[in-house]
């Protein structure tokens, strides 16, 4: 059982890149332009997750690709003031990836992502990345979707030792991973995070039937991983078996007040297993990883998880 693995260290195996975010009043129309009210450039995608565990207390460890070049250049000053390490040279040949991110006044957001040197295509290419007992190994959606990259990273998150605690994440475009790549990952698996529109994907269910029902069929279809479905302010859907049964429960979110809804779910997954790792229960762990998700969306920026000390002093006032 996933809640059972011992975790001591977080090995990220998905993709830090950059976020050139900007703040609009509305999305445009096609074919349109629009100006922004602000802009920022700054690590995002996987970086998030990787800053969220380790303001907890987790070490980490960033096995992704990096690049040569000013992006590249970002991602690493942003680790390192984080204090997580990186096991790869950068890449000589390229430059990190990045994505543009339009915030609408409600804190919603939509990306458009170009990959780049995170994405590894080269054939063994994670066979000497050091994960072992003790370990969690995150996985990301982006990293399995790319016809290159995600045969080469499925192929060894599946493959992975049984003392391993493997987390993944489909995200966004989950209905775009060939079942190929994400059926074996999906079967190893001892924690799945997606939203309700990624479960509902994953699990072919009509939105009516809810997040609960998602939830209750992606546990019973892995055989063997918890499942959290996130909820959006209501909080998550926690999944996990029981013998031959899986019980779903609900863990409410506290109320508060989007300003910007970016990051929310990396701040989850991060903190989440920063939960498991200090020996919360999964429930536990989830409890603060809703307080993480919704004082992030507090606060503009995409890195903005709160520490350990201000999760706990948070948690307190809603004690």
Do not use: K
């Not at 994505?99 to 590894?120: K, Q």
């Not at 059926?183 to 994907?201: H, I, T």
């Not at 479905?229 to 508060?256: D, E, F, H, M, Y």
């Amino acid at each position: 059982m996933a809640a059972a693995l011992t975790v001591n260290r977080l090995v990220f195996a998905g993709e830090a890149i950059v976020d050139v975010a900007m703040r609009v009043p509305a999305l445009p129309e096609r074919g349109g332009d629009m100006l922004a009210t602000s802009s920022a450039v700054q690590a995002g995608g996987g970086f998030n997750i990787m800053a969220a565990a380790a303001r907890q207390g987790l070490p980490v460890m960033y096995a992704g690709g990096h690049g040569t070049g000013p992006w590249g250049d970002v991602v690493r000053a942003a680790l390192a003031a984080e204090g997580i390490g990186t096991l790869r040279p950068p890449d000589p040949d390229a430059d990190t990836g990045f994505d543009v991110v339009l915030i609408e006044p409600g804190g919603e957001r939509t990306f458009a992502t170009s990959l780049g040197a995170e994405a590894l295509r080269r054939p063994g290419a994670w066979d000497h990345v050091p994960a072992g007992a003790g370990d969690a190994v995150y996985v990301s959606g982006y990293g399995l979707v790319s016809p290159g990259s995600g045969p080469v990273l499925g192929d060894w998150a599946a493959a992975l030792p049984a003392g391993v605690l493997l987390f993944a994440d489909p995200g966004p475009l989950v209905a775009d991973i060939p079942g190929a790549v994400l059926g074996p990952v999906l079967s190893r698996c001892d924690w799945w995070s997606c939203n309700q529109r990624e479960a509902a994907l994953l699990t072919g269910l009509a939105p009516e039937a809810g997040p609960a029902e998602a939830a209750r069929r992606l546990a019973g279809r892995t055989g063997r991983a918890g499942v959290l479905v996130r909820a959006g302010p209501a909080g998550c859907l926690l999944a996990q078996r029981r013998n031959a049964t899986v019980s779903v429960s609900l863990i409410p979110a506290p109320a508060v007040t989007a300003v910007d809804t970016t990051g929310a779910g990396d701040a989850h997954s991060g903190v989440f297993l920063a939960g498991l790792a200090a020996g919360l229960s999964p429930a536990a762990a989830a409890v603060r990883a809703n307080a993480a998700a919704a004082l992030t969306v507090t606060r503009p920026g995409p890195a903005v998880c709160p520490s350990r000390a201000e999760l706990d002093r948070f948690l307190g006032t809603l004690a």
